[in-house]
């Protein structure tokens, strides 16, 4: 009987039913940089994540060895000079790792200053391709914006059968330009037609969208951000078009503080993301929710990647004794597999390697169409 037992206990131990050990406080901190725009362009991807960033913070605030976490967190305003200043600040405060928000115009602005101060740093927002080139210590959470073209391309070619496509895109948004125009060339060598092809980001420009013959075209891939859609989106409904938009990753996150009416517009087309709001929930991802619902933020998937960033810091810093920086960068660029929100990811040679979804959008949530690991 006693061996019986015993065996018992160790299946259920096995099985996960051991109770979470709980951390007591060693009364030490580690003060992680916190590089956010929370004023000017890019104001919604700095407020979204630094509420998923808090609210990870709120769920796990101790290390194992009870060290607690907490942030400083300086305003990038959007700029490249304000995010240099708050660079520098950081490194003269000593910091072991830095967390940014920062979008990839301005973190590739800052490179050098980077591999200077020598901080390892989590980017969640940068998507460019060069990002990880010749960056000692800046990793991808964020899949790149090649995984994106490669994904977004051969969804349309393949899983949909889509020929013809138009693309509208931003020219004074280095993120939509640069997107848009690696997807055209993509999407050509797979034999595609880009039937238009049209810079949006002036009045002229919309006007000449507008004055288009747009039933020549299956899809219209979109590489604007959520203000710009929103136009584009009038456009469509005006004309009783009765084909998709399909959006880049963050579409929805950067339009969930739009007025209700706006919101609307989005109902029913396609999006890539990180993410998906239509599968299992874990619980982690609903205490999460619940705390990103205070803010308004509970869909926003630019909080969901601040909190996986989140969690990876976690990982290094619980396996790097008194938090060496070298050791924290190298398992930042190299990491084990790491439990996020809603999946397993990890990171090879400072690039995520994780799921990416094509979602529908709808009632402001995303709905799973495709997912591509």
């Given at each position: 009987?006693?061996?019986?037992?015993?065996?018992?206990?160790?299946?259920?131990?096995?099985?996960?039913?051991?109770?979470?050990?709980?951390?007591?406080?060693?009364?030490?901190?580690?003060?992680?940089?916190?590089?956010?725009?929370?004023?000017?362009?890019?104001?919604?991807?700095?407020?979204?994540?630094?509420?998923?960033?808090?609210?990870?913070?709120?769920?796990?605030?101790?290390?194992?060895?009870?060290?607690?976490?907490?942030?400083?967190?300086?305003?990038?305003?959007?700029?490249?000079?304000?995010?240099?200043?708050?660079?520098?600040?950081?490194?003269?405060?000593?910091?072991?790792?830095?967390?940014?928000?920062?979008?990839?115009?301005?973190?590739?602005?800052?490179?050098?200053?980077?591999?200077?101060?020598?901080?390892?740093?989590?980017?969640?927002?940068?998507?460019?391709?060069?990002?990880?080139?010749?960056?000692?210590?800046?990793?991808?959470?964020?899949?790149?914006?090649?995984?994106?073209?490669?994904?977004?391309?051969?969804?349309?070619?393949?899983?949909?059968?889509?020929?013809?496509?138009?693309?509208?895109?931003?020219?004074?948004?280095?993120?939509?330009?640069?997107?848009?125009?690696?997807?055209?060339?993509?999407?050509?060598?797979?034999?595609?037609?880009?039937?238009?092809?049209?810079?949006?980001?002036?009045?002229?420009?919309?006007?000449?969208?507008?004055?288009?013959?747009?039933?020549?075209?299956?899809?219209?891939?979109?590489?604007?951000?959520?203000?710009?859609?929103?136009?584009?989106?009038?456009?469509?409904?005006?004309?009783?078009?009765?084909?998709?938009?399909?959006?880049?990753?963050?579409?929805?996150?950067?339009?969930?503080?739009?007025?209700?009416?706006?919101?609307?517009?989005?109902?029913?087309?396609?999006?890539?993301?990180?993410?998906?709001?239509?599968?299992?929930?874990?619980?982690?991802?609903?205490?999460?929710?619940?705390?990103?619902?205070?803010?308004?933020?509970?869909?926003?998937?630019?909080?969901?990647?601040?909190?996986?960033?989140?969690?990876?810091?976690?990982?290094?810093?619980?396996?790097?004794?008194?938090?060496?920086?070298?050791?924290?960068?190298?398992?930042?660029?190299?990491?084990?597999i790491v439990q996020g929100i809603s999946e397993?990811?990890?990171?090879?040679?400072?690039?995520?390697?994780?799921?990416?979804?094509?979602?529908?959008?709808?009632?402001?949530?995303?709905?799973?169409?495709?997912?591509?690991?």
């Amino acid at each position: 009987m006693m061996k019986f037992f015993t065996f018992v206990c160790v299946a259920l131990l096995l099985l996960g039913c051991e109770k979470e050990r709980k951390i007591i406080s060693s009364g030490k901190t580690i003060t992680i940089g916190v590089l956010a725009p929370l004023n000017g362009e890019n104001k919604r991807l700095g407020i979204q994540s630094l509420s998923g960033l808090e609210s990870a913070n709120k769920l796990n605030t101790y290390l194992n060895n009870g060290d607690k976490i907490v942030f400083k967190v300086l305003d990038t305003q959007s700029e490249t000079n304000a995010s240099a200043q708050a660079l520098a600040e950081l490194a003269e405060l000593n910091v072991s790792s830095t967390i940014s928000f920062m979008a990839s115009q301005n973190t590739l602005a800052l490179k050098d200053d980077f591999n200077r101060y020598k901080i390892p740093t989590l980017v969640t927002l940068a998507t460019d391709n060069n990002i990880t080139i010749n960056s000692k210590y800046l990793s991808q959470v964020c899949i790149d914006n090649n995984t994106q073209v490669v994904v977004l391309s051969h969804y349309v070619k393949d899983e949909i059968l889509v020929e013809n496509i138009g693309i509208v895109y931003d020219a004074d948004n280095y993120y939509s330009q640069k997107g848009a125009s690696s997807f055209k060339k993509y999407f050509l060598e797979l034999s595609g037609k880009v039937i238009f092809y049209i810079d949006v980001s002036t009045k002229e420009g919309l006007k000449k969208f507008d004055a288009l013959e747009k039933n020549n075209i299956d899809i219209l891939f979109n590489t604007s951000d959520a203000k710009k859609t929103v136009k584009i989106l009038k456009i469509m409904q005006t004309e009783n078009l009765t084909y998709k938009l399909l959006g880049t990753d963050g579409l929805l996150s950067s339009a969930l503080d739009m007025d209700e009416k706006s919101l609307e517009l989005f109902e029913n087309h396609y999006v890539l993301d990180h993410y998906t709001h239509s599968q299992k929930r874990s619980d982690k991802q609903k205490n999460l929710e619940k705390l990103l619902d205070k803010s308004g933020y509970k869909n926003s998937s630019y909080a969901f990647l601040a909190y996986d960033a989140y969690q990876l810091l976690l990982y290094a810093l619980n396996n790097c004794p008194e938090q060496d920086s070298i050791c924290i960068n190298s398992l930042l660029q190299n990491s084990d597999i790491v439990q996020g929100i809603s999946e397993n990811f990890s990171i090879l040679n400072s690039k995520a390697k994780r799921g990416v979804y094509i979602n529908k959008i709808k009632d402001a949530m995303l709905e799973k169409e495709v997912v591509v690991f």
